[in-house]
C-alpha cells in the first residue's frame, strides 16, 4: 500500500531535549516535505527536499533541521525544542511535479 | 507570508445542502489544489486545477478558479455527514508549497 509512515504519533518531551521525528515514503517520491499546523492559520511549511542531498527552507524553518539521506527518508530534527514548537506536524511527499501531496498521519508534538 | 485565506472559517449546513467555500492566495500559480482533512488527520488530495482551466468536475466536487481575482471555490453538492472534515486550498511557488487557513464545515444529518 502507498503510504507515508510518520513516527511517533504523540510525543510529549521537555525544553532543550532533541527529538527526531521520522517520515518515510515508499511511492519513490522525489519531493518531500514537512509541515506545522497551528489552530487558525493552516498549514506551513517548514522544510522539503527535491531529492537525496537537496533541502531548502520553507515558511517557516526556524529551529528545525532535516536531512535527506536516502530517497525514501526525510526526518525532522528539533535540537532544541522550545514551547512554541508545541503542534500537530505532518510529512508530506510528492512526485517532481507537485499535483498531489500524500500525507503521513501526523505527530501530536508537546514540549513542556 | 505568502498564505493564502479561506472563507468562510467555518460553515454548518444540513444533510443534502451545497456548501461553498472561497479561497484567496497570493503568488502565481501553476495550479491550485484542494485538501479535505479529517479531525486531526492527515491531508487527502481531492483536486487539482490548472491555472489554464476555469472549472473542473469530480464526483460531487466542482472547483472554480479566477486567476485574475487569485481565488477559487470548491463547491460540494448534495453534502453528506460523511462530508463533514476541515478542506484547505494549496498552491506552490518556487516548489514551497502554500496553504489556506481553512474552511470547517459540519454537515448535520
Known amino acids: 500500500e502507498a503510504q507515508v509512515t510518520q513516527n511517533p504519533r504523540y510525543l510529549i518531551t521537555v525544553t532543550g531535549k532533541k527529538l527526531t521525528v521520522t517520515c518515510s515514503q515508499n511511492m519513490n517520491h522525489e519531493y518531500m516535505s514537512w509541515y506545522r499546523q497551528d489552530p487558525g492559520l493552516g498549514l506551513r511549511q517548514i522544510y522539503y527536499?527535491?531529492?537525496?542531498?537537496?533541502?531548502d527552507k520553507g515558511d517557516v524553518p526556524e529551529g528545525y533541521k532535516v536531512s535527506r539521506k536516502e530517497k525514501r527518508n526525510f526526518p525532522l530534527i528539533l535540537e532544541s525544542p522550545s514551547p512554541n514548537q508545541t503542534s500537530l506536524y505532518f510529512c508530506?511527499?510528492?512526485?517532481?511535479?507537485?499535483?498531489?501531496?500524500?500525507f503521513g498521519s501526523g505527530t501530536q508534538l508537546s514540549v513542556l | 507570508s505568502q498564505q493564502g485565506e479561506e472563507d468562510p472559517q467555518a460553515l454548518s449546513i444540513q444533510e443534502g445542502e451545497n456548501a461553498t467555500m472561497n479561497c484567496s492566495y497570493k503568488?502565481?500559480?501553476?495550479?491550485l489544489q484542494w485538501y479535505r482533512q479529517n479531525s486531526g488527520r492527515g491531508l487527502v488530495h481531492l483536486i487539482l486545477?490548472?491555472?489554464?482551466?476555469r472549472e473542473k468536475h469530480s464526483g460531487r466536487l466542482r472547483v472554480t478558479l479566477d486567476t485574475s481575482k487569485k481565488s477559487s471555490s470548491l463547491l460540494i453538492t448534495a453534502s453528506r455527514a460523511a462530508d463533514t472534515a476541515s478542506y484547505f486550498c494549496?498552491?506552490?511557488?518556487?516548489?514551497?508549497?502554500?496553504f489556506g487557513s481553512g474552511t470547517k464545515l459540519n454537515v448535520k444529518p
Open positions: 486545477i490548472r491555472s489554464n482551466e
Open positions: 503568488t502565481s500559480i501553476n495550479n
Open positions: 527536499s527535491m531529492n537525496v542531498e537537496v533541502t
Open positions: 508530506a511527499s510528492s512526485t517532481r511535479g507537485l499535483e498531489k501531496l500524500f
Open positions: 494549496a498552491n506552490y511557488n518556487f516548489n514551497k508549497f502554500y
